[in-house]
C-alpha cells in the first residue's frame, strides 16, 4: 500500500492557462474524491467518482472545471483558463465503499499558483 | 447539512503540557467525526474517527477525543505535547448524500508547541 499519491507537487502557471492535476489512489479503493483547500481554511468538497462515474458535484466546480476516471483507476482533475482565484491546494483522497462510513485517505496535495 | 466548528485558530502550549482542541458540530442525524492532521506543505493524515462504537476514541500519536452528544463536541486532547506535534489540526463531519460521504471541514486549529 503506497498512499494516495498526486502529480505534480507544485504548479505555477499564468492566468488563462489550462492546468491538469493527476491522482493515482490507493489500488483497491474504489471512492475518489477531490477537495480544494484555500490559505487559512479547511478543505471544500469539489466531486466525487464512484469507480468511473462521477456522482456528485459541488457548486464549486465551475464550468472551467472539468475531473475524470478512466477505468476507475486514476483520475485527473482539469482547470480550463485559469483564474487568480484558482490559486489553492487541490487535494485528492479514496476510499473504499463501506456505505455510509466512509475513511478517506488523502494526498499530499497539488498546490496551484496562478500569476 | 453538517457543521463543524473549530473553537481558537491557534494554540500554543509548553513542550509536556495538556493539548485541547476544541471542536463542536452540527448535525440532524447521528454523525461520523474525525480529526486530520496536516503538516507544512503536506496532505492531511487521520488521527482519529468516531462511528458510534465507542465515545472515547483513541488514534495515532497519542492522541484521543470524546464524543460528548449533550455538548455536540469531540474535543481532541494528548496529556503531553512533542515539539513533533506542531502542526494544523482539522475537525471534520462526514455528511452521506445516499450515494458520497462529503468530508465538512471546520477551518483548522493551528496548534505550536513551545520549549
Known amino acids: 500500500d503506497t498512499g494516495v499519491s498526486q502529480d505534480p507537487r507544485h504548479k505555477i502557471t499564468k492566468r488563462g492557462q489550462n492546468v491538469t492535476f493527476r491522482c493515482d489512489p490507493i489500488?483497491?479503493?474504489?471512492?475518489l474524491y477531490w477537495y480544494r483547500q484555500t490559505l487559512g481554511q479547511g478543505p471544500e468538497f469539489l466531486t466525487y467518482?464512484?469507480?468511473?462515474?462521477?456522482?456528485?458535484k459541488s457548486r464549486l466546480l465551475s464550468d472551467r472545471f472539468s475531473a475524470e476516471r478512466p477505468k476507475g483507476s486514476f483520475s485527473t482533475l482539469e482547470i480550463q483558463r485559469t483564474e487568480q482565484g484558482d490559486s489553492a491546494m487541490y487535494l485528492c483522497?479514496?476510499?473504499?465503499?463501506?456505505?455510509?462510513?466512509?475513511?478517506?485517505?488523502f494526498g499530499p496535495g497539488t498546490r496551484l499558483t496562478v500569476t | 447539512a453538517q457543521s463543524v466548528t473549530q473553537l481558537g485558530s491557534h494554540v500554543s502550549v509548553s513542550e509536556g503540557a495538556l493539548v485541547l482542541l476544541r471542536c463542536n458540530y452540527s448535525s440532524s442525524v447521528p454523525p461520523y467525526l474525525f480529526w486530520y492532521v496536516q503538516y507544512p506543505n503536506q496532505g492531511l493524515q487521520l488521527l482519529l474517527k468516531y462511528t458510534s462504537a465507542a465515545t472515547l476514541v483513541k488514534g495515532i500519536n497519542g492522541f484521543e477525543a470524546e464524543f460528548k452528544k449533550s455538548e455536540t463536541s469531540f474535543h481532541l486532547t494528548k496529556p503531553s505535547a512533542h515539539m513533533s506535534d506542531a502542526a494544523e489540526y482539522f475537525c471534520?463531519?462526514?455528511?452521506?448524500?445516499?450515494?458520497?460521504?462529503?468530508?465538512?471541514f471546520g477551518t483548522g486549529t493551528r496548534l505550536q508547541v513551545t520549549l
Open positions: 467518482f464512484q469507480n468511473e462515474a462521477q456522482l456528485e
Open positions: 489500488s483497491e479503493h474504489n471512492r
Open positions: 483522497a479514496s476510499s473504499l465503499d463501506r456505505g455510509s462510513f466512509d475513511e478517506q485517505y
Open positions: 471534520a463531519v462526514s455528511d452521506w448524500t445516499g450515494t458520497a460521504s462529503k468530508l465538512t
